[in-house]
């Protein structure tokens, strides 16, 4: 694995129209969070078209509040720089990635984090979040991730400081959700391919998702 991910800078969250846009051209790692398993493409390829309908609530309002805080507690005690760019994988354009935070160690190994808050305690990370994580190792070429998670009651932290815990790369995992990535890209491009009129079959037809 290479550390060339700045190379493949697509866009930043700072510029948050150009980002969405970005974002809506491919597969993030809130896209393949949902992919479970293979009947979940449906699923996944219908919000994908038009949306879910979900646009926050108070819940994400404060991990968007606190994420800065938390990045802040990551950098002082991990050495891993908040992040707010997106970036495509080597091989495969529209696989995208927004991690919260990366690094490059003097090795030359990427180090990724990722924030949540949550109303509860885990004893684990939640399967969801863990295909958000190996998606981002596999977008950047990440060896871990630092996942850190701020538990609240009624928005406020119960504890001084995050709780934080490593997971490793798995190639396992990252070569299903790859898999299943395309078959989703698949459907996106079932659903919206426009063929050629009838006498312009000769010419390159018209698939509206292709980036």
Request: aromatic share 8%.
């Amino acid at each position: 694995m290479t550390s060339g991910y700045q190379e493949r800078f697509v866009a930043d969250s700072n510029d948050r129209v150009a980002w969405l846009r970005a974002r809506a051209r491919g597969i993030t790692a809130t896209d393949v969070a949902k992919l479970s398993t293979p009947r979940s493409i449906d699923t996944a390829a219908t919000a994908k078209l038009h949306g879910t309908g979900f646009t926050g609530n108070a819940f994400t309002e404060h991990g968007r509040r606190r994420e800065p805080e938390i990045a802040a507690w990551v950098a002082a005690t991990h050495g891993i720089q908040p992040s707010s760019a997106l970036y495509h994988s080597e091989l495969e354009k529209r696989h995208l990635a927004t991690p919260d935070g990366v690094t490059t160690t003097p090795e030359g190994h990427v180090i990724l984090s990722e924030i949540k808050t949550t109303t509860k305690p885990w004893r684990s990370v939640p399967r969801n979040y863990m295909r958000q994580i190996w998606w981002q190792q596999y977008v950047l070429g990440a060896e871990r991730t630092l996942v850190v998670w701020e538990e609240h009651k009624n928005f406020v932290p119960v504890s001084d400081e995050p709780l934080c815990r490593w997971i490793d790369r798995d190639e396992a995992e990252i070569t299903k959700l790859v898999g299943l990535a395309n078959d989703l890209i698949n459907e996106l491009h079932r659903r919206t391919f426009i063929p050629m009129p009838e006498g312009y079959e000769h010419l390159e037809p018209i698939a509206p998702y292709a980036p």
